[in-house]
């Protein structure tokens, strides 16, 4: 059986490929610092005001909460998802195990890198008798196709935001739509050609051949239903702390889609930490949900709620794999 894992190069490797690894390293370093210090920038100038603001918050825990209820059921649907593509990659994990894995797994994106995430999922899936290829494979085909879902719903619900001009008598986001309904239908031959040249920049092996036609289009839906549950989400959020939702749905199921996709591009930002929030803060009198100072706090008291969400599942189930192993006494 072909073994594909996710795994560091040792230092035996030829000396091209380290020059190689180290100059992807350098890009991706360079690329972080000057989003970092242009996110900084733009949440330094709005902090004044935001501070004075969230000294004066009422929160509505009510609208708090039901937001979280649907975060958290968002995260059961991508982990099905998961289930699901590697059913036909002909493995089968148990529900249970695939939230486990799921919430445990996404601690890795507060690591820079956000390689760290998949190798988990990867490493933690064979644990389960997962097989190698389905394990790594369908781990690096739900995160590409979550970033091809996330650009087509912004496609779909936010494009104005953006104000992009009609190409060649074309509307933008049809032709971006295009582009990304390509991107889907030439996948099972991308993948066999870009995952060696990204194994060969990065020294890691991704050699996992091409994803199933079922595994692709399952992505696709589990992800698109995913983005759409966010954006409810944040706008029930956004009622619980700013006492009103004013917009449409689609204006924050877009915004919350591409402020989170603009922060994961960076990669060396963990969990897109500050530039996602900097593109939030843009974005939302663009879509007019809020003014600069509310779209500041709301950036940043979704922030720290999201976070929250994020890791207690993972530390939670953490924390019972541990009692579990922990020897009784005699």
């Known amino acids: 059986m072909n073994r594909a894992r ?11 490929r380290a020059w190689s690894r180290y100059a992807w390293r350098a890009v991706q370093g360079a690329l972080a610092v000057v989003a970092l210090i242009y996110a900084y920038r733009a949440l330094h100038s709005q902090w004044t005001g935001a501070s004075v603001k969230m000294g004066a918050l009422r929160l509505e825990w009510t609208w708090i909460a039901a937001s979280g209820a649907v975060f958290l059921l968002t995260y059961s649907v991508l982990a099905e998802t998961w289930r699901e593509i590697l059913r036909a990659w002909g493995s089968k994990l148990r529900f249970t195990s695939a939230v486990r894995i799921w919430a445990v797994s996404n601690l890795g994106r507060y690591i820079p890198g956000k390689l760290w995430q998949i190798g988990a999922m990867g490493f933690m899936a064979e644990r389960e008798r997962v097989s190698p290829v389905a394990a790594t494979g369908s781990a690096i085909l739900n995160v590409v196709i979550n970033l091809i879902a996330g650009f087509a719903v912004v496609a779909v619900f936010g494009w104005p935001l953006l104000h992009l001009q009609a190409v060649g008598g074309l509307r933008t986001n049809v032709l971006f739509l295009l582009v990304c309904v390509g991107i889907l239908s030439a996948m099972p031959l991308l993948f066999p050609v870009v995952l060696p040249l990204l194994s060969k920049i990065t020294g890691r092996d991704l050699n996992i051949g091409a994803p199933p036609c079922a595994a692709i289009l399952i992505s696709l839906a589990g992800n698109v239903v995913a983005w759409l549950l966010y954006g409810v989400a ?22 919350y889609a591409l402020s989170y996709i603009v922060g994961y591009l960076v990669l060396l930002a963990p969990a897109g930490v500050v530039v996602r929030e900097a593109a939030m803060i843009a974005l939302l009198p663009a879509a007019h949900i809020a003014d600069p100072t509310q779209a500041a706090v709301l950036a940043v008291t979704s922030r720290l709620w999201l976070t929250a969400l994020e890791i207690a599942p993972g530390a939670l189930f953490l924390g019972v794999e541990g009692l579990r192993r922990r020897p009784r006494a005699q």
């Open 6 to 16: 996710v795994t560091d190069p040792s230092s035996t490797g030829t000396p091209r």
């Open 234 to 255: 944040f706008a029930l959020f956004a009622r619980g702390v700013l006492g009103t939702s004013e917009g449409p749905i689609t204006g924050y199921i877009a915004v």
